[in-house]
C-alpha cells in the first residue's frame, strides 16, 4: 500500500476560546509560553494550539487535516500552526489565550520577530528530520513574509502547494515543485465563505474529494495539473 507523509501550516487566528487581550507580544517574550500557561489567572484557559483557535480558515483547515487522515494510504498528516505570539507550533503544544498578531506589523517587524522566535529554523529543522512527499500552506502574506528566507532552503524532493493571494504569490519561490493555488479566482460570494476563510475552505474541499478518489491520491497530489484540475471541479 502506497504510504504518503503530508505536511501542512495554517496560521493563528484573532478569534479564540478564550479572549484576553492583556498577553500581549510584549508580555508573551517576557514571561515566555511554560510560565504563562502556570499561571493561576490562565491555567483554566489554557489549550492545545489547534483547539485555541476559531478562525473560519483554521476550523476548515483542521476538518481537513481529519479527512486525510482518514484515508488508509495516507501515513501521516502533521499539522503546525505559526503564531506571531509563539512562533511555530505543533498543533498539540498547550498556548494560553493571547493578543499578537502579524497583521499589524511592518516587513521590518516580522522579520525581526521571525528571528527572534527561530520560526524559519525551526521549520527546517522539521524537514530535515522528517521527508514529506506533499506539504500545503495556509498563510496570508504577512504570515508568508515570517518563512521568506526558509522557502529557498525547502528539500527540492518535495512538492510545496500555497494557498496564496495574488500579492502572496509574489513570496512562493518560481520552482517547479513550489504550487501556488491563488484563492483570488475564486468568487468567495459564490463559495457563501468570507475572504478570511477562503483558504481554509478550498482546502477541506480538495480534502473530501481526495477522500472520494482515494485510490488516485498519488496520481493527484504528485502531478499539480490533476491537483488543479480537481480543486476546481464544482467550484469555478
Given at each position: 500500500?502506497?504510504?504518503?507523509?503530508?505536511?501542512?501550516?495554517?496560521?493563528?487566528?484573532?478569534?479564540?476560546?478564550?479572549?484576553?487581550?492583556?498577553?500581549?507580544?510584549?508580555?508573551?517574550?517576557?514571561?515566555?509560553?511554560?510560565?504563562?500557561?502556570?499561571?493561576?489567572?490562565?491555567?483554566?484557559?489554557?489549550?492545545?494550539?489547534?483547539?485555541?483557535?476559531?478562525?473560519?480558515?483554521?476550523?476548515?483547515?483542521?476538518?481537513?487535516?481529519?479527512?486525510?487522515?482518514?484515508?488508509?494510504?495516507?501515513?501521516?498528516?502533521?499539522?503546525?500552526?505559526?503564531?506571531?505570539?509563539?512562533?511555530?507550533?505543533?498543533?498539540?503544544?498547550?498556548?494560553?489565550?493571547?493578543?499578537?498578531?502579524?497583521?499589524?506589523?511592518?516587513?521590518?517587524?516580522?522579520?525581526?520577530?521571525?528571528?527572534?522566535?527561530?520560526?524559519?529554523?525551526?521549520?527546517?529543522?522539521?524537514?530535515?528530520?522528517?521527508?514529506?512527499?506533499?506539504?500545503?500552506?495556509?498563510?496570508?502574506?504577512?504570515?508568508?513574509?515570517?518563512?521568506?528566507?526558509?522557502?529557498?532552503?525547502?528539500?527540492?524532493?518535495?512538492l510545496y502547494y500555497f494557498y496564496v493571494s495574488r500579492g502572496g504569490s509574489k513570496i512562493v519561490p518560481k520552482k517547479e515543485n513550489f504550487v501556488s493555488i491563488l484563492v483570488d479566482k475564486f468568487k468567495?460570494?459564490?463559495?457563501?465563505?468570507?475572504?478570511?476563510?477562503?483558504?481554509?475552505?478550498?482546502?477541506?474541499?480538495?480534502?473530501?474529494?481526495?477522500?472520494?478518489?482515494?485510490?488516485?491520491?498519488?496520481?493527484?497530489?504528485?502531478?499539480?495539473?490533476?491537483?488543479?484540475?480537481?480543486?476546481?471541479?464544482?467550484?469555478?
Amino acid at each position: 500500500m502506497l504510504i504518503l507523509n503530508i505536511f501542512v501550516l495554517g496560521s493563528c487566528s484573532a478569534k479564540k476560546k478564550f479572549k484576553r487581550l492583556d498577553i500581549t507580544c510584549e508580555i508573551i517574550d517576557k514571561l515566555g509560553r511554560e510560565r504563562l500557561i502556570e499561571r493561576e489567572d490562565l491555567k483554566n484557559m489554557v489549550l492545545p494550539a489547534r483547539d485555541m483557535y476559531l478562525g473560519g480558515q483554521h476550523i476548515y483547515t483542521v476538518r481537513a487535516i481529519e479527512i486525510l487522515r482518514s484515508i488508509p494510504s495516507v501515513s501521516c498528516v502533521d499539522f503546525y500552526i505559526l503564531s506571531a505570539g509563539f512562533g511555530l507550533l505543533e498543533e498539540h503544544t498547550l498556548i494560553p489565550p493571547y493578543e499578537c498578531t502579524f497583521g499589524a506589523m511592518s516587513r521590518e517587524e516580522i522579520r525581526s520577530r521571525s528571528k527572534k522566535l527561530g520560526i524559519e529554523e525551526k521549520l527546517l529543522q522539521i524537514f530535515e528530520k522528517k521527508t514529506y512527499d506533499v506539504c500545503f500552506f495556509l498563510l496570508g502574506v504577512k504570515y508568508l513574509i515570517a518563512i521568506e528566507e526558509a522557502l529557498k532552503s525547502f528539500p527540492d524532493n518535495t512538492l510545496y502547494y500555497f494557498y496564496v493571494s495574488r500579492g502572496g504569490s509574489k513570496i512562493v519561490p518560481k520552482k517547479e515543485n513550489f504550487v501556488s493555488i491563488l484563492v483570488d479566482k475564486f468568487k468567495v460570494k459564490g463559495l457563501h465563505v468570507s475572504r478570511f476563510e477562503v483558504k481554509g475552505f478550498l482546502f477541506y474541499n480538495l480534502a473530501e474529494k481526495l477522500l472520494k478518489q482515494r485510490n488516485k491520491i498519488e496520481e493527484l497530489l504528485k502531478n499539480p495539473f490533476n491537483l488543479m484540475k480537481l480543486q476546481l471541479v464544482g467550484i469555478l
